[in-house]
Nanobody, 114 residues
């Protein structure tokens, strides 16, 4: 059974930072698969935020977070991170980690407010 456990969410002020982590278990092909972070804001559809290839090179970001968020991975620890800097109120959402195809964690809430 593939399990994903997100953590690191919370309340941040505009301009602040948070670092999300996603620990994956039961997924033997972790090191050979791209991993993704999605988010879902209230009343909106879930959207892809960032995706990192298996090698960690050439990650993709949605334009709204490009230059502020950094996705990384540690294949030895089957963990994916999302470093979020210069947070904006528009970043408020539930953030989910996804392992292909269709394996999701429970999510971690990020709230950006002064």
């Amino acid at each position: 059974q593939v399990l994903l456990m997100e953590s690191g969410g919370g309340l941040a002020q505009p301009g602040g930072s948070l670092r999300l982590s996603c620990v994956v278990s039961g997924f033997p092909s972790f090191s050979s698969k791209a991993m993704s972070w999605y988010r879902q804001a209230p009343g909106k559809e879930r959207e892809l935020v960032a995706r990192i290839p298996s090698t960690g090179d050439n990650a993709w970001y949605v334009p709204a977070v490009r230059g502020r968020f950094i996705i990384s991975r540690d294949n030895t620890k089957t963990t994916v991170h999302l470093q979020m800097n210069d947070l904006e109120p528009e970043s408020t959402a539930m953030y989910y980690c996804e392992a292909p195809v269709g394996h999701w964690g429970q999510g971690t809430q990020v709230t950006v407010s002064s």
